[in-house]
């Protein structure tokens, strides 16, 4: 018997993000972010769908860039971290990859490696996150090395904002940071912009926008409500089935730690998910699942492999009824506020023992 969890993969639902996107960002062309497996959604799934619309797909590591090649995809992929020894270099140059250099290391490997063939680099710049990147004060000097030194095909400027949600104006004060020290930037390519600033700052799109967590239909933000008006869609969406079902008395506790008595009757479900499979275990007492079209609460402690959930209030509920534990109806933001993290975890967070399944 095969275990009732399984994670759902909307086809439909990544086209008609994707179009959004490119909608809003129509003056730019769009790196697909695919790290971390797809967020969560698997590479596999999620290339073939967009393939032949997005202008390129952006990763964390090698493996991932190998996999889309030797899928067949042509067109640019760029490694959002760069390389991280320098024996990664040969299979850069095979592979014909896109590269960010956000380190004097990088670009002194980079220099020493004396390739043949012209490379495409992207250099990352620290205008406030204070994360990865050359000081924006350096770029200039950076810029004169990479051309003199090394043999490129084109230079692209990219930085990274620490704030770019619908209010904020941080982003404007990292941008002037880049006018302000790099001479002539706006002569340079330039790929500023993530999902959020693709969304509520159309004045960092530049020629390259990074669409990342928007494409798998949940908010930048971590709020649903801050993206229910662009028609998003949420393109994964993680299903159980009932596997037992209890009466409860009054007075009673359900899971561990006694975390939950009942102050009456219960008829409660008992669903094939757990923290194992990647559901967050520190919810909240407010947190709903789906069951039969009916919003209904999480009772007591998640467990590794089951879930607890209240039906006295949907007496149709049986066990191999499905349910809901985020997706189209219950949203992966609303869960994640509750369990205090955001929808970017919970989806990286989805096991591997749950069955990703094309729709």
């Given at each position: 018997?095969?275990?009732?969890?399984y994670?759902?993969?909307?086809?439909?639902?990544?086209?008609n993000?994707?179009?959004?996107i490119?909608?809003?960002?129509?003056?730019?062309?769009?790196?697909?972010?695919?790290?971390?497996?797809?967020?969560?959604?698997?590479?596999?799934?999620?290339?073939?769908?967009?393939?032949?619309?997005?202008?390129g797909?952006?990763?964390?590591?090698?493996d991932?860039?190998?996999?889309?090649?030797e899928?067949?995809?042509?067109?640019p992929i760029?490694?959002?971290?760069?390389?991280?020894?320098?024996?990664?270099?040969?299979?850069?140059?095979?592979?014909?990859?896109?590269?960010?250099?956000?380190?004097?290391?990088?670009?002194?490997?980079?220099?020493?490696?004396?390739?043949k063939?012209?490379?495409?680099?992207?250099?990352?710049i620290?205008?406030g996150?204070?994360?990865?990147?050359f000081?924006v004060?350096?770029i200039?000097?950076?810029?004169?090395?990479?051309?003199?030194?090394?043999?490129?095909?084109?230079?692209?400027?990219?930085?990274?904002?620490?704030?770019?949600?619908?209010?904020?104006n941080?982003?404007?004060?990292?941008?002037?940071?880049?006018?302000?020290n790099?001479h002539?930037?706006y002569?340079?390519?330039?790929?500023?912009?993530?999902?959020a600033a693709?969304?509520?700052?159309?004045?960092?799109?530049?020629n390259?926008?990074?669409?990342g967590i928007?494409?798998?239909?949940?908010?930048?933000?971590?709020i649903?409500?801050d993206?229910a008006?662009?028609?998003?869609?949420?393109?994964?969406t993680l299903?159980?089935?009932?596997?037992?079902?209890?009466?409860?008395s009054?007075?009673?506790?359900?899971?561990?730690?006694?975390?939950?008595?009942?102050?009456?009757?219960?008829?409660i479900?008992?669903?094939?998910?757990?923290?194992?499979d990647?559901?967050?275990?520190n919810?909240?007492?407010?947190?709903?699942?789906?069951?039969?079209?009916?919003?209904?609460?999480i009772?007591?402690?998640?467990?590794?492999?089951?879930?607890?959930i209240?039906?006295?209030?949907?007496?149709?509920?049986?066990?191999?009824?499905?349910?809901?534990?985020w997706?189209?109806?219950?949203?992966?933001?609303?869960?994640?506020?509750?369990?205090?993290?955001?929808?970017?975890?919970?989806?990286?967070?989805?096991?591997?023992?749950?069955?990703?399944?094309?729709?």
């Amino acid at each position: 018997m095969i275990r009732p969890i399984y994670a759902i993969i909307n086809t439909n639902a990544v086209k008609n993000n994707f179009k959004i996107i490119k909608n809003i960002a129509y003056k730019s062309k769009i790196w697909t972010v695919l790290k971390a497996d797809a967020y969560g959604h698997g590479i596999k799934n999620i290339f073939p769908i967009i393939k032949n619309d997005t202008d390129g797909f952006a990763v964390l590591t090698l493996d991932e860039a190998i996999i889309l090649r030797e899928n067949g995809y042509n067109k640019p992929i760029l490694l959002l971290e760069g390389f991280f020894n320098k024996e990664e270099l040969y299979l850069i140059y095979k592979y014909f990859l896109t590269i960010t250099l956000h380190s004097k290391w990088q670009l002194n490997n980079l220099i020493k490696y004396k390739a043949k063939y012209p490379i495409n680099i992207y250099i990352k710049i620290n205008s406030g996150m204070n994360r990865l990147g050359f000081s924006v004060k350096n770029i200039m000097q950076i810029i004169n090395i990479i051309k003199n030194k090394i043999n490129i095909c084109k230079i692209t400027l990219m930085t990274h904002f620490s704030d770019a949600s619908k209010n904020s104006n941080f982003i404007k004060k990292q941008i002037n940071n880049i006018k302000k020290n790099i001479h002539n930037y706006y002569k340079f390519s330039c790929s500023f912009a993530n999902s959020a600033a693709m969304l509520w700052h159309s004045s960092s799109h530049y020629n390259w926008i990074r669409t990342g967590i928007i494409l798998y239909g949940a908010s930048p933000t971590g709020i649903w409500q801050d993206i229910a008006k662009k028609n998003i869609k949420p393109v994964m969406t993680l299903k159980s089935k009932i596997i037992s079902i209890q009466k409860i008395s009054q007075g009673e506790t359900i899971g561990y730690n006694c975390k939950y008595y009942t102050d009456k009757k219960h008829r409660i479900g008992i669903i094939a998910c757990g923290y194992a499979d990647g559901y967050p275990k520190n919810i909240n007492n407010k947190t709903y699942v789906l069951v039969k079209g009916i919003k209904t609460l999480i009772l007591g402690n998640i467990s590794m492999d089951m879930i607890a959930i209240d039906l006295t209030n949907i007496p149709t509920a049986r066990i191999g009824s499905s349910v809901e534990l985020w997706g189209e109806n219950i949203k992966i933001d609303d869960v994640a506020k509750s369990s205090g993290t955001i929808g970017y975890e919970l989806m990286c967070s989805v096991s591997k023992r749950v069955p990703r399944i094309l729709k």
